[in-house]
């Protein structure tokens, strides 16, 4: 399935700087913004604005039309859509160990546009507090989790969801001895 043009244009920013061997920060200074900024572009935590994307466009030293010439647009609608977990595309969202994400699909709904991944934990993985530009719903399929928030902290187990506001810092620790697999569904709301 074609991935929808968001995460086309994260991915493809990743591939070229990986290519060209830039590092974020090489990107963020020749485009004027933060290394932070970058990396959550990057994994699809945020979705830059026309003139920040342009200017990681030119960062790149890409021509605009190259750059987008090869992302598809969004694809036709069906109303049946088969993902078989062959397909799932391994990515990783932030520097971490221990933290597996997989990309089951994403669609643009609408308004939003909706980015479905299995999200696995190894048992004392740990990394830093994140944000992401997005609602995200977690659904623990197995194992147990400790979500921590800044303010709070909320163990989930086989069964339990969350809904939280993305943009709250957060960070899932998994304190087991047994993997934690959740599925995890992030809704991007259009900016206007």
């Known amino acids: 399935m074609e991935h929808e043009v968001i995460v086309q244009i994260s991915n493809k920013i990743k591939s070229i700087r990986k290519e060209k061997k ?3 920060q090489d990107i963020a200074d020749r485009a004027g913004v933060t290394k932070g900024l970058i990396s959550q572009i990057e994994n699809s935590r945020t979705i830059p604005s026309l ?3 342009i200017q990681i466009i030119q960062a790149l030293e890409v021509d605009l ?3 987008f010439a090869e992302l598809s647009r969004y694809s036709q609608e069906t109303k049946i859509i088969v993902q078989r977990k062959s397909d ?8 971490s160990s221990g933290y597996e994400y ?3 699909f994403t669609k643009k709904m609408g308004q939003s546009t909706i980015d479905i991944v299995l999200l696995e ?3 004392g993985s740990t990394r830093d507090f994140v944000q992401t530009e997005a609602f995200e719903y977690k659904f623990i399929i197995s194992g147990s989790v400790k979500y921590v928030f800044r303010d709070q902290e909320i ?3 086989a069964g339990d969801s969350l809904l939280f506001d993305g943009r709250l810092e957060h960070n899932p620790v998994n304190e087991g001895d047994v993997p934690v697999q959740m599925l995890v569904v992030y809704f991007f709301e259009q900016k206007r």
């Open 22 to 24: 830039l590092t974020l």
């Open 51 to 53: 003139l920040v994307l």
């Open 65 to 67: 039309d190259s750059f």
């Open 88 to 95: 799932y595309e391994r990515f990783e969202k932030e520097p």
């Open 102 to 104: 997989f990309r089951i």
């Open 121 to 123: 934990i190894q048992p």
């Open 155 to 157: 163990i989930l187990n």
